[in-house]
């Protein structure tokens, strides 16, 4: 296989969803513009990963976040394509050796969407109603809300999960914000949930670039278009996340913004089960996003004590 060394075409992998395809072409775009180049100088690799295959049981039960990168770092490392665009919540906390994260663009709504079907809100649904998410920190925070309705697993992407609740499988469901904005479907949203009281996870709404350790043609290309507040927001949602060993099976919130020089972020841990949680704030120095991170995420896990993250594996198990 040529390299983009040799050919001069920048192989840009991703999965194969129209939002992935959404991103992967935002981010062409960006480069387009920020290098004058035209569309034929990029080629987008779609790749099937096993987190779009696995569609019949949670992911926690089959391996976590890597399901949705595993196959696209292994074409990036070797040679097969030059970046690689994720979703930032996808991504694990720790990459393969020889990939780093070069860069993020600017960040969407970090917000969770409502979309109802028997009704726009989430606190109106009548008892016992059946509400569909395949996220464990949603379904955490649905139970925190409302403990008296059906949390119900909802695998697929956006398309899937809205025409299952078109025909009637569940009376809502939750999705990105950012993700139903990128596709251009934000009308479908009932209820847009606030920040304060239903935080999102981390790395929500931002889109990253994966390139190999090394390739500095490629990371001087990708370099143009970094979003530098969306990197330190992100440096601190991923450290706190990391400091918690954050996986499919771990309900965890996280969410950093920046100001001019300044970094505030907010973190939570909820059992699966919405009846307990903790929460810490912080703020500080832009240069000290990533220590922010990981203090919040040390303070919640003397203060929940072991035991707290112990049940977790126990539920993600059985859930």
Known sequence: M??????GVLRIGTRGSALALAQAHET?????????????AFVVEVISTSG??????????????????KEIEEALLDGRIDLAVHSSKDM???????????????????????VGRDGPRLVDLPRGARVGSSSLRRQALIRRLRPDIDVVMFRG?????????????VAGTLLALAGLKRLGRDGVATELMPLDSFPPAPGQGAICIETRVGDDRTAALVAAIHHAPT???????????????????????GHATVEGGTIAFRGMIITPDGRTWHEAEDRGAVADAAAIGRAAAA??????GEAFFEGWTAWGASS
């Open 28 to 40: 062409r775009a960006r480069l387009m513009a920020a290098h004058g180049l035209p569309e034929d």
């Open 299 to 304: 303070d919640l896990r003397r203060r929940a």
């Open 231 to 253: 990197g330190v927001a992100l440096a601190c949602e991923r450290a706190f996340l990391s400091v918690l060993d954050g996986s499919c099976r771990t309900p965890i919130a």
């Open 157 to 169: 992407n956006v398309e899937t999960r809205l025409r299952k609740l078109a025909a009637g499988e």
């Open 92 to 114: 694990p906390t720790v990459l393969p050796e020889g990939l780093v994260l070069a860069a993020f663009l600017p960040r969407e709504d970090a917000r969770d969407a409502y």
């Open 2 to 7: 040529q390299s983009s060394m040799q050919t």
């Open 52 to 69: 779009d295959r696995i569609q019949d049981r949670p992911l926690s039960e089959a391996g976590g976040k890597g399901l949705f990168t």
